[in-house]
C-alpha cells in the first residue's frame, strides 16, 4: 500500500503516488532550470506543463485509474526526454530521436487542426495543407474551383471550419506539424517563434508607419469620395429648389396659363404700384444666392471655376441692388400699417322677446374660367371665416331700445388714409323679424389693399331678452362659455343642439338650460 498525495499540473488536479511524485518534481525542476535563462521562457515551461497533463489524463483514461503511478510518470518522462539530450549533437539527437520516439510518435503522423497563424478566413486551408503535406495555396485553390464550378466548396468549407479544432497550445501546433512533443522539439518550437519574433521586429516599425499612411491615404480617399456624393447631392438639390421656386412664381403671376388672382396674399397687401418691382427683386435677392452656393459647390468639388471674375462681380452687383429695391419696397409697405382708425356706426333693431342668431354664408361659388368640368371658390374680395368679424353681446337696461354698433378698423400710412379705408368696408347684418342674419363675411372694393382690416360687431341686448344663437355663429362670439351651454342640452336631450337659448339678466348672458347636478355629471 503506497502513499498517495494530490498535486496541481497547470491547473489540472491528480492523485499520485509519492515516490512517483518525487520524481516527477525532480523532472519539472531541472526543466524549469534550464529554460528559465530569459523572461519569455516561462511560456515553454507552460506548454511542457500543458503536454505533461494531458499525457497523464490520457494515462488515467485508458488505464481506468485514479492514481499516477512510478511507471506513468518513467514512460511520460521518456517520452518527454530529459534536459541532458540538449546536451547531445544534432546528429546524435537524430538518432536519439529514432530510437527512443520513433516508434510512438513518428514525424509523419499529423493531427488535424485549424492553423490560426496562416489563416486567411479560419485557418482550415492551412490546417489541411500541414495534414497533408503541401502548400496551403494549392489547398485553397481547391476550395476556389470547388466553389466556381462544383458550387460545394464553400459549405465544405463551413462544415470543416466547425469540425477541425483551432490549434491553440504549441503542443497542438506540434502535433499538426507531426513533431514528437518532447522537450527538443518544444524547444525549437520555441526558438524559432522568438527567432522569428527577432527578425521581424526591426522592421515593425516601418511596416507599420507604411500601414498608417496607406490606411490613412484610402481613409483620405474613401473621404473625399464621400464628401463628393453628398456635394452632388446638395447641388441637385438646390437646382431642383431653383427650378420649383421659378415654376411657382410665374405660375402664380399665371404665366403658365393658371388663374392669375391678385386677391391671395401676398399680392392683396403690396401696392399695385409696385407689386411687380418689389416681387421681381425679392425673387433676384433669392434666386442669385441660390446659383452662388450651385456654383461653390461645383468649383470645390471638381476644382473647377465655372464663373468669371467680371461675372461674378456683376452678380454681386445685381443682387445688392435687388435687395436694395426689396427693402425699400417693403418700408413702403410697412409704412402703409403705421395708423390705425375706427369708424363707428350704430343702427337700431325692433325690439322682440326672442331673438334668433343665425349666420348668413356668402360663400361665392362660380366655375372657375376655361374649365367645362371644375367648379372652384372664388372669394376675390371676401374675407371667409368670419377671422376678422367677431361679435360681443352687451347688456343695456330693460327699458332701451336694442341696437348694434358696428366699428370698421383698418390701417394706413396716415390717420385719414386709415380711417377713409375703414370706411370702405362693407358688411351687412339684416334683421328679418326676429331674426338676426350675420353675413359670414365683410367685402371691400375690388382694387382695396389688406391693411389689417377688421369688424367688431356689439349686439347690445336689453335685460330679459332671450337669444338663440345658431351653432354656427357661436364661435365667433366674444367672452361666452358657449360650450358649457351646449353640453347642457346634450345631457338632457342625448345630442349636439343646432342652437343654444340663452338670457340676458343683471349678472350677464346666461345658458336658460341649467347644469345637471353635480354627481350626476361626475357620472356622466
Known sequence: MNKTIIININGTVFHIEEDAYEVLRKYMIAIKKHFGYTNDSHEIV??????????????????????????????????????????????????????LFGASYNRNERKLFRDPEDRIFGGVCAGLGHYF????????????????????????????????????????????????????????????????????????????????????????????????????????????????????????????GMDNDMAMFPFNVIDPSYRNGLLISALVTAIIPIIALILLAIR?????????????????????????????????????????????????LVKVPIFKLIRNDLTVVSQVPGTSRRIGVRHRSMFEGMRNVRIQIVQIDSLLIPSVTEEFSARGNTFDEATKRAGKLSYH?????????????????????????SVLLKLNVPIGTHLLINRDLERHIMDLPLSQCADNYKYKYGDEPGATEWVMTTGGLKCTLPPPPPDTADEN
Open 46 to 99: 507552460n506548454d511542457i506543463e500543458n503536454r505533461i497533463a494531458e499525457m497523464f489524463n490520457d494515462r488515467i483514461q485508458e488505464g481506468k485509474r485514479e492514481v499516477i503511478t512510478m511507471a506513468d510518470v518513467q514512460e511520460v518522462c521518456t517520452q518527454m526526454g530529459s534536459v541532458s539530450d540538449f546536451d547531445t549533437s544534432e546528429a546524435d539527437y537524430a538518432e536519439l530521436e529514432n530510437d
Open 300 to 348: 470645390i468639388l471638381f476644382n473647377k471655376p465655372v464663373l468669371g471674375r467680371y461675372t461674378g462681380f456683376s452678380l454681386l452687383i445685381i443682387w445688392v441692388v435687388a435687395i436694395g429695391f426689396t427693402v425699400s419696397y417693403s418700408i413702403r409697405t410697412l409704412s402703409d400699417f403705421r395708423e390705425e382708425s375706427t369708424v363707428v356706426e350704430e343702427r337700431r
Open 133 to 256: 503535406n503541401m502548400e496551403p495555396r494549392w489547398v485553397r485553390v481547391i476550395f476556389v474551383l470547388l466553389f466556381l464550378f462544383a458550387g460545394s466548396g464553400f459549405l465544405f468549407y463551413l462544415i470543416l471550419w466547425a469540425v477541425m479544432p483551432v490549434a491553440k497550445s504549441r503542443a497542438d501546433r506540434m502535433a499538426m506539424r507531426g513533431e514528437a512533443p518532447n522537450l527538443q522539439n518544444f524547444k525549437r518550437s520555441f526558438d524559432e517563434e522568438m527567432g522569428g519574433i527577432r527578425a521581424n521586429f526591426p522592421g515593425a516599425a516601418d511596416n507599420l508607419r507604411h500601414g498608417l499612411h496607406s490606411a490613412g491615404n484610402v481613409l483620405a480617399k474613401l473621404f473625399i469620395i464621400l464628401v463628393k456624393i453628398v456635394g452632388v447631392f446638395f447641388i441637385v438639390g438646390l437646382c431642383g429648389g431653383l427650378v420649383t421656386l421659378i415654376i411657382s412664381i410665374f405660375a402664380t403671376f399665371g404665366f403658365l
Open 429 to 453: 347684418l339684416t334683421q328679418i323679424a326676429d331674426t338676426l342674419q350675420f353675413d359670414s363675411q365683410f367685402s371691400l372694393d375690388e382694387q382695396e389693399l389688406m391693411r389689417n382690416q
